[in-house]
């Protein structure tokens, strides 16, 4: 035991600063405050249902109806208990405080793959503070994307299991690959999960090539069983998890459109302006050097800027001047808005350069290129030529969207080349002319571009964006059609800009020279190694530290009260809640309902906030409801009441629908339709009470001949109501075609009339409907799909061998150390 303290003592401490700085920079954790997030908390509306069922039976329901007329609650919440990864994700999210947990997945995943490296420990904590503290990984905590961040910081950990398999560790590698991938892939977030493979796919390329070259075909095949077997079994583990998204995928706005005319819609995959709407800019790019070069997100004016100066001088007050220049915005990128820039650290991008001077070995050509390739990537609309190529002929990479979030990887690469290079001029290989040389080069690269930005901003940037002329426009409008004002408020706008930028350079240029000045002494053994390192770690540790402040400081923290009580109820609100009727729909006016949660809190809406909601959905959503509401969907979607605002005082109204189709109802007719075209063609108007609009492609699902028109005795009601399992009693004197106000999916949803399965069909475009016997009879609709029962089973028995696998591979390691 003292041996093993002995040997790791240095690791376990730095692991002990690593915990201690998460909760001094988190410091309102310790007074039991949470991180006040817009993202979770429409997260919260968007489960409510799923955890009030939680609650009630101990277990959520895989579908709820909150939002969007009813959806898979696969990419909303649900539980995977037979999966290994859900306990690990639990430690992290749970039982650590939000975001402590997060932050230290950062920190010791980065640490554990430089160490893998073979960097020296200290350095390895520099250079995992350097990732950890990247910008981007903190914005995203503080805009609730913990899902995203919790898959960004299993980057590191996934490649050092791959490193070490390449480096003859196979079972141990192998086995640490598996668990890490299978825990990235637990986190949920497919996106950069795809990401991180294609960088990986590259590195895995550049091995082949160098292993047949050097004709060691014998261990390349053996290392890729290994990998391949670690994919596969992390793939197992996440069977249900994967199977439902993949399965759910295909339906949602992601998936193939349903529409070939006048169509919304691309064929396959999300539209491209959508997809591209977060581009980065091509030199908005700088910021990895300089943050604020660009304006960060959360930077405001204030009475000492040259925009309040301006103010004044046509007779605004001090408050006034201030309250207008806080509202101007200071970000000049081609974003729509961004929260805050890709800041990498000053440090470590002048390292970045140095290494690739110095660094040899091909994890240099790998980390150029994948940056070079993500880069271009990353600028989506900004230079279309390669994002356009991936789009169209890559697969998987048209499924998802604001593409400047591939730029996470580089995160993480830039720190490892950085790291790699002063590992190289620390162990003498090369003439130490030589090495000062190219530092010299590095440090004039970068302090130079700083020091012209700090000296002549506008040398090389406008700080206006493309839409300056438009702006002044309406600063005209908003003075009186008065130019001259609105001409001097955008000069001194751009004026407060510059003035942002050049600060910023400023702040650049020192930690510059004092990184070159540790890598000077260094090399020329002025300082020990060690002291280098450390101070290294110190230095990179304030720069990212006061950055980060900036997005994701003390006042993003609330009282975990206050956070439980976000969501508090209008009289409109109270009033719905009041009606007992199990399962109708609300159709909320007041606010941008389909792109907003909030309702959902509260009711099951027509609307709601989810990026992968049903394709369908979507497409009734584009064509009515954009451009004027069609009651007849409302009516068919059984929606009861509609909330709007009164735009002159405020006060919010609630009418009842007394027209809503109600849960379930039988039809007199039924019109087939040749397509999903017309199928939305005729929903445009129709009466849902009376007519049933059913695609062709459904025609063998019901008999026409026997089904007739139901007359006044025939009835159905819904008896009893559960997100995954509805109960309706009905009474015909015919065979009947019904319409229940449920929306169809087919995976996974049962129909059984008096305890046995039948047939059931889509109509009105969204909508369930079923030929059903006469007489009187139960039907009962049950969720239950296969992908997720059986994949859960999958998960299980890879969960097993995983810890298996893991068990062995500490075993066999220890036992070869002791030998």
Not at 83 to 88: A, V
Not at 150 to 179: D, E, N, V
Not at 274 to 298: H, K, M, R
Not at 459 to 481: E, I, M, P, V, Y
Request: aromatic share 14%.
């Amino acid at each position: 035991m003292n041996n093993w303290l002995k040997r790791n003592g240095i690791h376990l401490a730095i692991c002990a600063f690593f915990v201690i700085l998460c909760f001094v920079y988190f410091s309102p954790v310790l007074q039991g405050k949470a991180p006040a997030q817009g993202d979770v908390l429409q997260a919260k509306a968007m489960q409510k249902e799923i955890m009030d069922y939680k609650a009630k039976d101990g277990k959520g329901p895989l579908w709820t109806n909150q939002m969007f007329g009813g959806m898979p609650a696969y990419q909303i919440w649900v539980q995977y208990p037979l999966n290994l990864t859900t306990y690990g994700i639990s430690i992290i999210k749970d039982i650590l405080p939000d975001p402590v947990g997060t932050v230290l997945v950062y920190l010791l995943g980065a640490y554990l793959l430089f160490c893998v490296m073979k960097i020296n420990p200290w350095l390895a904590a520099a250079g995992a503070i350097a990732f950890a503290f990247t910008s981007y990984n903190f914005i995203i905590i503080a805009a609730g994307h913990s899902n995203k961040a919790l898959a960004i910081g299993l980057f590191a950990p996934i490649l050092a299991g791959i490193i070490l398999t390449f480096r003859g560790k196979y079972l141990m590698g192998a086995s640490l690959t598996a668990l890490f991938l299978a825990l990235n892939l637990r986190a949920n977030h497919v996106q950069m999960t795809y990401y991180f493979l294609l960088a990986l796919l590259i590195y895995v390329g550049i091995e082949i090539y160098h292993a047949v070259k050097a004709n060691k075909t014998k261990e390349l095949t053996k290392v890729l069983s290994y990998l391949g077997l670690a994919i596969v079994l992390s793939v197992m583990v996440n069977a249900s998890n994967l199977w439902t998204t993949y399965e759910y995928g295909k339906e949602t706005i992601r998936g193939k459109s349903n529409l070939t005319a006048d169509s919304y819609e691309p064929d396959n995959g999300l539209p491209k302006d959508y997809a591209y709407q977060w581009s980065q800019g091509v030199g908005e790019s700088l910021t990895f050097l300089i943050p604020d070069l660009y304006g960060g997100g959360n930077e405001r004016l204030d009475a000492n800027s040259n925009v309040a100066k301006e103010l004044a001088k046509v007779g605004a007050t001090p408050e006034q001047a201030a309250g207008f220049a806080q509202q101007l915005p200071v970000y000049w990128g081609e974003k729509p808005f961004t929260a805050g820039p890709y800041y990498f650290g000053a440090i470590i991008c002048m390292l970045f350069i140095f290494g690739l001077f110095i660094v040899k070995s091909r994890m240099k050509w790998w980390i150029l290129s994948t940056t070079i390739l993500f880069l271009l990537l990353s600028f989506g609309k900004n230079f279309p030529f390669i994002s356009d190529i991936f789009f169209d002929y890559v697969p998987l990479y048209n499924k998802f969207r604001a593409v400047e979030s591939i730029l996470a990887v580089i995160g993480l690469l830039f720190p490892i080349l950085a790291l790699l290079a002063v590992k190289e001029a620390q162990e003498g290989q090369y003439d130490k002319a030589y090495i000062l040389k190219k530092l010299y080069w590095s440090f004039g690269i970068t302090g130079g571009f700083a020091l012209i930005v700090a000296v002549v901003p506008t040398l090389f940037f406008s700080f206006k964006t493309s839409s300056h002329q438009q702006f002044l426009d309406a600063l005209a409008q908003n003075f009186g059609n008065d130019r001259n004002i609105a001409l001097a408020i955008g000069n001194a706008l751009v004026d407060d800009r510059a003035a942002f930028a050049r600060a910023d350079a400023m702040r650049t240029l020192l930690f510059l020279i004092i990184g070159f000045g540790l890598i000077w002494a260094l090399i020329t053994d002025k300082m020990k190694k060690e002291a280098v390192f450390g101070l290294l770690a110190f230095v990179t540790l304030i720069d990212m530290w006061q950055v980060d402040k900036r997005y994701l400081n003390n006042t993003n923290f609330v009282s975990k009260a206050s956070l439980n009580n976000h969501y508090q109820p209008r009289d409109v609100d109270t009033f719905i809640m009041a009606d007992k009727d199990p399962d109708f729909r609300v159709y909320d006016a007041s606010i941008p309902t389909f792109t907003n949660a909030d309702a959902s809190y509260f009711h099951k809406t027509v609307g709601g906030a989810h990026s992968a909601r049903l394709k369908r959905i979507q497409e009734l959503i584009d064509h009515q409801f954009t451009k004027s509401v069609n009651q007849d969907v409302l009516d068919m979607l059984n929606t009861k009441y509609i909330i709007t605002q009164d735009r002159q005082t405020g006060a919010y109204k609630m009418q009842r629908n007394a027209t809503a189709a109600g849960n379930a109802w039988f039809v007199d007719r039924v019109q087939f339709v040749k397509n999903a075209d017309e199928e939305m063609k005729a929903v445009s108007s129709f009466d849902p009470k009376k007519e049933a609009i059913v695609d062709i492609a459904f025609k063998d699902r019901l008999d026409t001949a026997r089904a007739g028109v139901p007359g006044n005795s025939a009835l159905i009601k819904l008896d009893s109501y559960h997100p995954d399992h509805m109960v309706y009693s009905y009474s015909a004197p015919r065979d009947v075609v019904a319409v229940f106000s449920e929306v169809y999916y087919d995976k996974g949803w049962k129909m059984l009339v008096d305890g046995v399965e039948k047939p059931y069909f889509r109509a009105d475009y969204i909508l369930r409907a079923a030929q059903l016997p006469a007489g009187n009879h139960k039907v009962e609709f049950v969720f239950h799909p296969t992908s997720y029962y059986l994949g859960e089973k999958i998960s299980l028995a890879g969960s097993l061998i995983l810890l298996a696998g893991l068990g062995f591979a500490f075993y066999t390691d220890q036992k070869k150390k002791k030998a």
